[in-house]
């Protein structure tokens, strides 16, 4: 009997341990700086709070979301497609794009960032966290002569409503000339508030469903004998733009989308 107790408590602590690898494995990569961990009670209203729908492109049903209509950026982007280093979500879906557009260019999540981008955001301000829309623009356009343009979302001044990011969508599903990079909240979409900053290329928009395909950056990996990490997921354009519309604190600003075009 004295055995099996100590067997017990063993096996507690074991289990105990995997869940917390498990834990800080599947999130650690995208904690921001402490100042993104605050819930911002400007854009904290019921709907982020409310999970989304996702569809893994993986499944059989995420797979008929992608065949049968035009999707010019998906092998092009899926070809270039790299893992996101720690805290590099927006690096990683600058490379992919930039690669994309400008074959042969070899852009890594390293080389990205030269003398000529100092001024706009170092690695080192990379790993804290310190990425906003603009500065991922800015970044793009500069190390790669790439045009950009970016929106934030939201009602207000110099922010851009549903509409306007719809119409987007249905002009780049029709070009192989341009991408989009969407900055949302990951808290977001999982129905936990408005934190966790994060982006991803849009790799497909099915019209008639009406449903974006998220590229997501964070690669696969083994956690003992379980696979983690983000896979590609379908989600719908009002879902994905309500967790656009969220404030970044590093700026102070919603997040929005990212056009990348030759």
Avoid at 120 to 149: N, P, W, Y
Avoid at 161 to 174: A, C, I, M, T, V
Avoid at 181 to 188: K, Q, R
Wanted: net charge positive; glycine share 6%.
């Amino acid at each position: 009997m004295r055995k099996k107790r100590i067997y017990l408590r063993k096996l507690g602590r074991f289990m105990g341990l995997v869940a917390w690898i498990i834990l800080v494995s599947a999130c650690g990569e995208y904690k921001e700086s402490p100042q993104n961990d605050k819930v911002n009670t400007k854009t904290a209203n019921p709907t982020h709070f409310v999970a989304k729908k996702m569809i893994s492109l993986e499944s059989g049903e995420g797979q008929a979301l992608l065949q049968g209509h035009d999707a010019p950026d998906y092998l092009p982007l899926k070809k270039n497609w790299v893992a996101q280093l720690r805290m590099h979500c927006c690096a990683a879906s600058a490379v992919i794009v930039m690669n994309s557009l400008q074959p042969g260019k070899n852009y890594t999540q390293n080389n990205l960032f030269v003398p000529e981008t100092a001024h706009i955001i170092t690695q080192d301000e990379v790993f804290r966290g310190k990425f906003t829309l603009e500065k991922l623009a800015d970044i793009i356009h500069t190390r790669s002569g790439l045009k950009t343009e970016y929106y934030h979302a939201g009602l207000g001044r110099s922010e851009y409503d549903y509409s306007k990011f719809l119409e987007h969508l249905k002009k780049n599903r029709k070009s192989p000339n341009d991408h989009i990079i969407i900055n949302y909240s990951l808290a977001s979409i999982r129905g936990k508030g408005t934190r966790r900053g994060h982006c991803s290329p849009v790799a497909a928009y099915n019209e008639e469903k009406d449903m974006v395909l998220m590229l997501e950056v964070k690669g696969k990996f083994k956690v003992l004998w379980l696979e983690l990490g983000g896979k590609p997921f379908w989600i719908s354009s009002k879902d994905i733009y309500t967790a656009m519309n969220t404030i970044d604190p590093v700026c102070d600003r919603h997040r929005g989308w990212l056009i990348v075009r030759k």
